[in-house]
């Protein structure tokens, strides 16, 4: 019995593995960065996620020094019966190999459980669409199998701007004429919607096997709305137009009806701070707190909450970490209202030296829905390197911080654009920056850099529906790695790893009060690991 027993054990770990298309590598040749994966209208690297049989585990490896998702399996082992007896973490054969700072014990505690995610994805906006449209047609489904089919990442979230954002070839937005035109009778599709954005969407939903939810933002309504009556600068909502642009949004929204796209979730203007700090050159509209907290209270909310849109949800700020208290408190002061019609709060990458200690704070005070909606990496002026290709500090960067978003009560987060061109744009404002993806149309063809594959280390591998579970230290243990671990809808568990230091770390998993994984996390690496931690 215990040879078919093993017999069967061998074969489930022999079937459990799919074949994926690997990385076609290229090696910039630039000191210090990673490699980037090629695909074009022949070949493009694929990802399955290749679920684990009972009491064992598959773990996803990314590093600096070239792995792209690399597989391995391998067995939860029992503790031995001394290390019952004596709770020894460690056996002495690896303490004396290794130094005690890179060796480290994380317990899964399975019944601590936290917040339910929403998703991962990306942002279609203009210049994404414009730029993936350049591309064969086989190249085209190639990109957007990478990020949204079964054996890409998965992403299920997408965010895209009503009317133009930055990343336009031009400012523009709805209805501009006839000016002061209140009831909004000339709201129409222009061209960026029909010919890119839309198709690009449209492109994404099939070929998901799963729902996309969609959300929108707004960056600037149109200019007489606007107390300048300029695309960007210091300004405010004119007040006779408060109602005009909570129509603004339903009028958005029967648009893309039209078209057949459901709008999941809007965001009550995109980074209200750009409208009232001086020196923001791109679209924009600025709120101060209370005028946010009457719009909302006595606009906004009642015209989506009275209309037939009514399931979508509202989310507030959509601005940086260290805005966020500002801006609720303000709000809330001014309007209580408006805290009631707001389902979320929705916070971008650009201030995290503020701690993430606040979602904390904003979960406990207003338990409402916290999600991350945008990120990019050089995005500042002091950044030299607007696009750092194969760059892994930027992948590091991300991860680092989606895992710190994801401890601390966030329930999803999104990418800004889905991809751009080698100068980091079309950017009407030239406000360029880096993107998980870079397309080279002459060649036709895009690269896929490391923050690609960061993303994906979360997206693929944590459901919709996933929640998360608390990872702990032993008393006394010194060496730590960056994780965070959800439980999913299948009963798995997943943990993500990330390694920042330049060395090796020896790590053991406590699954249970009798069970543990043990693992090397090489420098500079992500892994995720998926766990069946059942018995048979």
């Not at 603004?248 to 039209?258: A, G, P, Q, T, W």
């Not at 601005?319 to 707001?342: C, P, T, V, W």
């Amino acid at each position: 019995m215990r040879t078919l027993h093993n017999i069967v054990l061998i074969f489930s770990f022999i079937v459990v593995t799919k074949s994926d298309q690997k990385c076609l590598e290229r090696d910039l040749g630039i000191e210090g960065r990673s490699i980037v994966c090629v695909c074009n209208s022949e070949y493009c690297d694929t990802i399955t996620r290749d679920p684990p049989a009972a009491s064992s585990y598959v773990a996803y490896t990314t590093t600096r020094a070239g792995k792209r998702f690399e597989k391995s399996i391998g067995r939860i082992q029992a503790f031995s019966r001394l290390q019952k007896q004596l709770n020894v973490q460690r056996n002495e054969e690896n303490e004396n190999e290794s130094p005690f700072w890179t060796r480290t014990t994380l317990v899964l505690n399975q019944n601590n459980r936290y917040q339910t995610i929403h998703g991962f994805g990306g942002s279609v906006t203009d210049a994404a669409a414009y730029n993936w449209n350049k591309l064969s047609e086989r190249t085209k489904h190639n990109f957007i199998s990478s990020y949204f089919a079964e054996d890409g990442l998965e992403y299920n979230l997408i965010r895209t701007p009503i009317g133009g954002a930055d990343f336009s070839t031009h400012p523009y937005t709805y209805n501009e004429y006839p000016r002061n035109d209140a009831a909004l009778t000339n709201f129409t599709f222009t061209y960026e919607d029909l010919f890119l954005k839309i198709p690009m969407i449209k492109y994404i939903q099939r070929v998901s096997k799963q729902e996309v939810k969609v959300m929108a933002s707004t960056w600037s309504p149109p200019v007489w709305m606007k107390t300048n009556e300029q695309i960007t600068g210091f300004s405010q909502l004119k007040p006779e137009f408060y109602q005009s642009f909570a129509d603004y949004h339903v009028k958005f929204m029967e648009l893309y009806e039209k078209a057949e796209i459901d709008i999941w979730a809007l965001t009550t203007t995109n980074e209200p701070i750009n409208g009232i700090i001086p020196f923001v050159t791109f679209n924009s509209l600025g709120w101060f707190p209370a005028e946010m907290g009457q719009w909302v209270g006595k606009n906004l909310g009642p015209t989506i909450r009275n209309s037939r849109f009514n399931k979508t949800l509202i989310f507030a700020v959509d601005d940086q970490r260290y805005l966020l208290h500002f801006y609720l408190l303000g709000m809330e002061n001014a309007d209580s209202d408006s805290i009631k019609y707001i389902d979320g709060i929705a916070v971008h990458y650009y201030g995290n030296f503020a701690p993430a200690t606040i979602f904390d704070d904003l979960q406990s005070r207003y338990n409402k829905i916290l999600l991350a909606t945008e990120a990019c990496e050089g995005p500042m002026p002091w950044h030299i390197m607007r696009v750092k290709l194969g760059s892994w500090e930027r992948a590091h960067r991300y991860t680092k911080n989606i895992i710190e978003d994801l401890n601390h009560h966030v329930t999803g987060w999104i990418d800004w654009n889905l991809c751009l061109d080698e100068k980091g744009g079309p950017n009407w404002a030239d406000n360029f920056v880096d993107a998980p993806i870079m397309v080279f149309p002459e060649r036709d063809e895009f690269i896929k850099q490391p923050m690609f594959y960061a993303m994906g280390h979360f997206s693929k591998f944590i459901p919709r529906g996933s929640q998360r579970i608390s990872v702990t230290y032993p008393f006394l243990e010194f060496g730590r790695i960056d994780n965070v671990a959800f439980r999913t809808p299948q009963g798995n568990i997943v943990l993500v790893l990330h390694n920042s230091n330049t060395f090796e770390m020896d790590v053991r998993i406590n699954v249970d009060a009798i069970r543990h994984i043990q693992i090397k996390a090489e420098a500079e690496s992500i892994i995720t690991l998926e766990i069946n931690t059942s018995l048979f």
